[in-house]
């Protein structure tokens, strides 16, 4: 079966800290990887996704990035946080080209400081 | 661009109560619609996927039906429980795009 990680599981840092959160995903292969956003009292807002090693789509300009350095891996980066990153960063996977369910990752809450 | 609704924001219901929670979606292109439940400080929990070619799908106590042509779909939970507690998102799978927009959702607490 199928499952997905993320570490850290909570996260507070000082602002103009770098920041790296993983995701790694077991039990499949060529996954879509998605990175989410979830503020306080708001939905879900999607940051990065990717469909391939390599290939990153952003879609909200931000002082974040993302990297897919493995197939299975999933990297949400940052060289100097701002108080604005504080949130509920979750991690999702689906298969295929369309039509698949989405699973997610239990979730990294960030607090800058 | 596609726009999902969530009504509505908030419930709350004694135990043992039906309830429908809807779902809208503004572009009726899309590949699947998906229902998930995300308890506090949590991920989300898929529940319930249909295809775009789907009507219908239940698992247990929850039914959750799609009108495509229409933008709507609609949450069934059948005899709430306290357990039930949570909130409610849906999600669009954006057809020729690989991306999931999703809802606000609806808080749903149910009374002992």
């Known amino acids: 079966s199928q499952t997905i990680h993320q570490w850290p599981a909570t996260l507070v840092q000082p602002v103009g800290s770098p920041l790296s959160l993983e995701c790694t995903v077991e039990?499949?292969?060529?996954?879509?990887l998605y990175w989410y956003r979830q503020a306080a009292g708001r939905g879900l807002q999607l940051l990065f996704y990717?469909?391939?090693?390599?290939?990153i789509s952003s879609e909200v300009p931000q002082n974040l990035s993302a990297s897919r350095p493995q197939d299975r891996q999933f990297i949400l980066s940052s060289k100097k946080l701002l108080l604005s990153d504080s949130g509920f960063y979750l991690c999702?996977?689906?298969?295929?080209?369309?039509?698949?369910?989405?699973?997610f990752g239990p979730g990294t809450r960030l607090t800058v400081l | 661009k596609q726009e999902v609704t969530q009504i509505p924001a908030a419930l709350s219901v004694p135990e043992g109560e039906n309830l429908v929670l809807n779902c809208s979606f503004t572009?009726?292109?899309?590949?699947?619609l998906q229902w998930f439940r995300q308890d506090p400080g949590k991920g989300l929990t898929s529940l319930l996927l249909?295809?775009?070619?789907?009507r219908e799908q239940t698992s247990g106590r929850l039914n959750a039906s799609l009108d495509k042509s229409s933008g709507r779909s609609t949450l069934y939970i059948a005899a709430s429980q306290p357990g039930d507690s949570a909130t409610y998102l849906c999600?669009?799978?954006?057809?020729?795009?690989?991306?999931?927009?999703f809802g606000t959702g609806t808080r749903l607490k149910v009374l002992a």
């Open positions: 249909i295809q775009s070619s789907q």
């Open positions: 039990g499949t292969s060529n996954p879509n």
């Open positions: 999702a996977w689906s298969s295929g080209t369309g039509g698949n369910e989405q699973f």
């Open positions: 990717s469909v391939g090693i390599g290939q």
């Open positions: 999600a669009v799978d954006d057809a020729g795009t690989y991306k999931y927009i």
């Open positions: 572009d009726s292109a899309i590949y699947n």
